[in-house]
Nanobody, 118 residues
């Protein structure tokens, strides 16, 4: 089973930056879709950003222009570069890989805490 390991979380002040990385234990396929989700206190898990096999990206309106998602298939990694962080970005961030089979399979990381203080 594919294991996803996230790194790069931590605590920063408003306006700071963090770079989240998620590495898969096995090779990323060119057809895999990848994304980052987050769950803030008192809220449901939401999609932050995603990137398809064709490099098409999608961002939540609240992060567009501040966050950038990218992928490195050779290193089995998906990156979320976060800038201009706000307190409302505080959440546990989860990496997701979707393997596109006849019935897609989703793989999830354990989550990494991001805390933004004012």
């Amino acid at each position: 089973q594919v294991q996803l390991v996230e790194s790069g979380g931590g605590s920063v002040q408003t306006g700071g930056s963090l770079r989240l990385s998620c590495a898969a234990s096995s090779n990323i396929l060119s057809t895999d879709a990848m994304g980052w989700y987050r769950r803030a206190p008192g809220k449901q898990r939401e999609l932050v950003a995603s990137i398809t096999s064709g490099e098409t990206t999608n961002y939540a309106p609240s992060v567009k222009g501040r966050f950038t998602i990218s992928r490195d298939n050779a290193q089995n990694t998906v990156i979320l570069q976060m800038s201009s962080l706000k307190p409302e970005d505080t959440a546990v961030y989860y990496c997701n890989f979707r393997r596109l089979l006849v019935r897609p399979i989703d793989y999830w990381g354990q989550g990494t805490q991001v805390t933004v203080s004012s």
